[in-house]
């Protein structure tokens, strides 16, 4: 293994990526008392160091994240020079990017969920949002346009926030540095057509960039294709319905992705607070809710990492149903309407107090209605009759006298819940949780990482294959989806490798002095 390389302060961990100007390190930061902060190093690259233009772009990228301030855009820490060395000390994100969402969907055959494409979406135009009206201190407004909106550049942390990356080809009224003339910046599959025409560009271009971000997400393909098919199609051609490739997504994301992806830059939103509207609202027209919880338990399904977060589901119409991520990937393109049987709360005529309910612990008596499986919920409704004392009888009075002294004397508290259809002569039923501390029943987990493999004080360790999207299994258990981030004490470990038909059994070992990095051949 190789001896870990530092760049003054900073240990580096292992390398992540190389662009055209720069190489990216996961890097460590150490200090007095135990201090350490894991963060990013972005460095030149050697053989560009010496270049004046090159060099003025890393700096004019450094000066002008630092001047963003805002939760969906990744920080920057530090511009460093070391040995007539350029670097940035940034925001680490432990997750992944959009490209690599899109490449397990696809290894897995499965749809990304509507809400959670228009949920990062939305995230991603307001970091857009921000950049682009972003003003100097005096107020002058820098006029930034991001220009390589790709799914490499917006990342998606563990804990289901998106961070807006890498504005090195960003175009701003302050940088210093100027483009090449005839120079086009950005990937063909993104760019909007006066952006491969080199014209004059604003914002706009970015609106096109996550239009096709959007397109991809929901369908899995790019819409003008890649390289040169994409020029050819984006200068001349519409792209195709997106849904020939996804018959369920409805009329109004069809045409937030048309307004999007006009080719002529007036009959596009003029700005990203525009399209992100347009996405809210689709979200509350449609009854969806999808937070940052709901997009973590996701993510980590996506990359077969155990969801410690736990959430209520993605994308449900009602805050009372419970969806863990299993049953949200349990078909191959998971929907998030909510369920058309689940109803709302019963009115409170429907949860009758017997005698004593002063007894009753105040937190069962707000306990989620919703959350009692064995509740008949289709009984529940707004035209329910009350349930006057002339029209009972006398059963489930003493029913409920003797659960109660039963719960009394056992020295537990029962919740009692009694759900009518309307008619009077139909005896009350009545729930009585067998222990009041539980509510609703966990769901059974998917992913257990044993004890043996994943160590909360063990060395972080980077776990590849040189085909991306391995299973790993350890000990017979799922442990994750290469590439992966776990914590793995000194020692051998062997991994059962499974992709499609493939099965490979690999060894490694772990030592204090290695690199956080492993790569295994299959």
């Not at 078909?331 to 429907?350: F, H, K, V």
Request: aromatic share 6%; proline share 7%; charged share 20%.
């Amino acid at each position: 293994m190789e001896a870990t390389q530092t760049l003054g302060k900073f240990s580096l961990v292992r390398h992540i990526a190389t662009g055209g100007m720069a190489e990216i390190w996961l890097a460590e930061q150490v200090g007095p008392g135990g201090f350490a902060k894991e963060l990013v190093i972005k460095r030149i690259l050697p053989h560009l160091a010496e270049d004046s233009q090159f060099t003025t772009m890393f700096l004019d990228e450094a000066r002008l994240v630092a001047q963003l301030t805002h939760p969906k855009i990744a920080q920057i820490y530090e511009l460093g020079e070391l040995e007539g060395q350029y670097f940035i000390a940034m925001e680490y994100v432990a997750g992944v990017d959009i490209a690599g969402i899109l490449e397990l969907a696809r290894a897995k055959g499965q749809m990304i969920p509507i809400g959670v494409v228009v949920k990062l979406i939305i995230d991603t135009l307001e970091a857009l949002d921000y950049a682009h009206d972003f003003t100097s201190r005096d107020g002058q407004p820098f006029l930034l346009v991001h220009r390589d909106v790709t799914p490499h550049n917006i990342i998606v942390s563990n804990d289901g926030i998106v961070k807006l990356v890498d504005f090195g080809v960003a175009k701003a009224k302050q940088n210093q540095s100027k483009t090449q003339t005839g120079a086009v910046k950005g990937k063909f599959a993104y760019m909007a057509p006066e952006q491969i025409q080199n014209k004059d560009l604003d914002r706009r271009v970015d609106i096109f960039a996550t239009g096709v971000v959007l397109y991809e997400m929901l369908t899995l393909q790019k819409p003008f294709g890649d390289d040169l098919e994409a020029i050819s199609n984006i200068l001349s051609n519409d792209p195709r319905d997106p849904r020939i490739a996804r018959p369920e997504l409805p009329d109004a994301l069809v045409a937030v992705i048309n307004g999007a992806l006009a080719k002529i830059p007036d009959e596009r939103y003029h700005d990203a607070h525009s399209m992100m509207l347009e996405l809210q609202n689709y979200l509350r027209t449609t009854a969806h809710f999808v937070g940052d919880r709901e997009v973590s338990s996701y993510i980590r399904e996506l990359q077969g990492l155990p969801t410690v977060r736990h959430t209520s589901g993605v994308g449900l119409a009602s805050s009372q149903a419970r969806v863990t991520p299993m049953e949200l990937n349990a078909t191959p393109i998971p929907e998030l309407r909510g369920s058309s049987t689940i109803s709302t709360p019963p009115p409170m005529a429907n949860v009758i107090t017997p005698p004593m309910a002063n007894a009753v612990s105040p937190l069962m008596m707000t306990a989620d209605i919703g959350s009692l499986g064995a509740v008949d919920r289709s009984n529940y409704g707004s035209d329910t009759e009350d349930m006057g004392p002339a029209k009972k009888s006398n059963t489930p009075l003493i029913l409920l006298s003797l659960v109660l002294l039963l719960a009394l004397a056992g020295g537990g508290v029962g919740l009692f819940i009694v759900a009518t259809s309307g008619e009077p002569t139909k005896d009350p039923v009545v729930v009585v949780p067998t222990d009041p501390k539980i509510v609703v029943p966990k769901p059974p987990v998917k992913t257990v990482v044993p004890p043996a493999f994943n160590h909360a004080g063990g060395r972080i360790v980077y776990l590849k294959t040189t085909t991306p999207g391995a299973q790993v299994e350890f000990e017979g258990t799922v442990v994750g989806i290469t590439p992966l981030d776990t914590n793995l004490r000194p020692g051998e470990y062997t991994v059962l490798l499974k992709k499609d038909a493939r099965r490979e059994s690999k060894t490694f070992k772990v030592t204090d002095k290695m690199i956080n990095s492993i790569e295994l051949k299959f």
